[in-house]
């Protein structure tokens, strides 16, 4: 069988559009809203030829797979690659990249360690940390918001709230990109995540060894479960590289998104600061608008259909989250950034039973931060071009001059 990105060529079933694209074009990566909107424009499902896929990129339909894990597998890979055809680039997550019945015992595990309760009780640090960063960089004056403030503020809470001995800002970044980058095609943006996964693998899979971490963190908890025969001690380790693969790069973005967000629309800003109440919508609204994962995918596990059309078991499918959040038929005027929209059922942590199992603390880091500006920033003023960062998977800045003017 002849292999496209490690994966079965399909023949696409008659009246599917034919788009001779590249998705994973970096300049697309970099803007990708015109993409987004052809891709919505052709209709509920286009054949890439390129690689051999399906996208998806309107709404109701990006929702209705992503979240059908019955005929669309998560085992096989949520990248181009499928792992039935091809050896994975590393050993699989054994909660985002396996099925039920393995994803419900991993997946309960991990909700219980995330759960609303036990992030509560990291709020206290969240927000101490928060001004420590933001009295720090209103003192600095002009700053890269995405080293200064988007990294750096997550750096400082998550692996604390991990328990972890051991934290390098570079590698904790590096590896969450590596991860996300190797989903796509076997692209320069690929190779570089392969390359530099083989430097900081070792590091990370070391800094989640039980000895490396205290005992009254996240890491201690899910250990715990390996303790009681919940899962294996090598299981609670994956289980810890999860939360670092899935856990900083991703928090980052969103930190960095919403920053972005607000220097643009500076009358948001003061809605903000005016209605405190708001902050929990605005960072709902800036994940919909911005959209930090913005393309996933799914193997069809055995011969389905998709919109009234035939898809066959083997086909990558990929869930553009990105168009699906910005889909005017969902959101009427989704390209206005709008902090009391309340943007109910955005794709940004996913749908079904795969959503993210971090979203209460990214939440709770969002809050922090965003909470503390308000308090403290009267404005917040770009110093310089923002530019993003091309990633297969995550839609990210590459740096941001910003300036915080003190209330
Ligand atoms: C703004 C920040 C975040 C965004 C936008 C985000 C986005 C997502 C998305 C879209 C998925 C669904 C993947 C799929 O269905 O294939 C997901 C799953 C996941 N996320 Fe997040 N995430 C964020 C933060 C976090 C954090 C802080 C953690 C860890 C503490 C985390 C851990 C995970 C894990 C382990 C999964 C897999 C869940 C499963 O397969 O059951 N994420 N995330």
Request: charge should be negative.
């Amino acid at each position: 069988m002849q292999l496209i990105e490690g994966h079965k060529p399909i023949t696409p079933a008659d009246g599917i559009p034919v788009w001779d694209i590249d998705p994973f074009d970096e300049a697309i990566l970099s803007d990708p809203e015109e993409y987004y909107a052809d891709l919505r424009a052709k209709g509920p499902l286009v054949y890439i030829p390129r690689y051999s896929i399906l996208a998806l990129g309107q709404y109701e339909t990006t929702h209705k797979v992503f979240s059908d894990h019955e005929n669309f597998v998560s085992s096989r890979g949520v990248g181009l690659n499928d792992f039935k055809l091809e050896k994975p680039w590393r050993p699989p997550s054994i909660i985002l990249e396996v099925d039920p019945p393995d994803h419900t015992k991993t997946r309960r595990v991990m909700s219980r360690t995330l759960s609303p309760k036990v992030v509560k009780t990291l709020a206290g640090m969240f927000r101490e940390t928060a001004e420590q960063v933001v009295d720090e960089l209103i003192e600095a004056g002009t700053f890269d918001a995405v080293t200064d403030l988007a990294e750096r503020f997550p750096v400082a809470v998550f692996p604390r709230a991990v328990g972890m001995r051991d934290v390098d800002q570079r590698k904790l970044v590096d590896y969450g990109a590596c991860v996300f980058n190797a989903m796509g095609p076997d692209n320069r943006l690929r190779r570089w995540a392969l390359e530099r996964n083989a430097e900081i693998a070792p590091w990370i899979m070391a800094a989640c060894a039980r000895d490396r971490l205290k005992d009254d963190g996240l890491g201690a908890m899910i250990y715990a479960c390996a303790d009681e025969g919940e899962i294996t001690h090598d299981e609670a380790a994956m289980l810890v590289r999860s939360f670092l693969s899935a856990g900083v790069d991703t928090t980052v973005t969103g930190i960095g998104n919403a920053l972005w967000c607000f220097a643009q629309n500076p009358d948001q800003w003061e809605a903000l600061r005016a209605d405190p109440r708001l902050t929990r919508p605005a960072i709902e609204e800036t994940l919909r608008y911005t959209s930090p994962v913005h393309t996933f995918g799914r193997t069809a596990g055995r011969d389905t259909e998709v919109a009234g059309f035939p898809v066959e078991e083997g086909t990558k499918v990929i869930c553009v989250l990105g168009a699906a959040n910005l889909d005017p038929d969902k959101w009427g005027d989704p390209q206005t950034f709008r902090i009391d929209r309340r943007p109910l059922g955005h794709m940004a942590f996913g749908a079904g039973i795969h959503g993210c199992v971090g979203q209460n603390i990214a939440r709770g880091e969002m809050e922090a931060l965003l909470s503390v500006m308000a308090e403290k920033v009267a404005r917040i003023e770009p110093a310089g071009e923002a530019v993003w960062r091309p990633n297969n998977a995550i839609h990210a800045l590459d740096r941001m001059p910003l300036k915080l003017i003190p209330r």
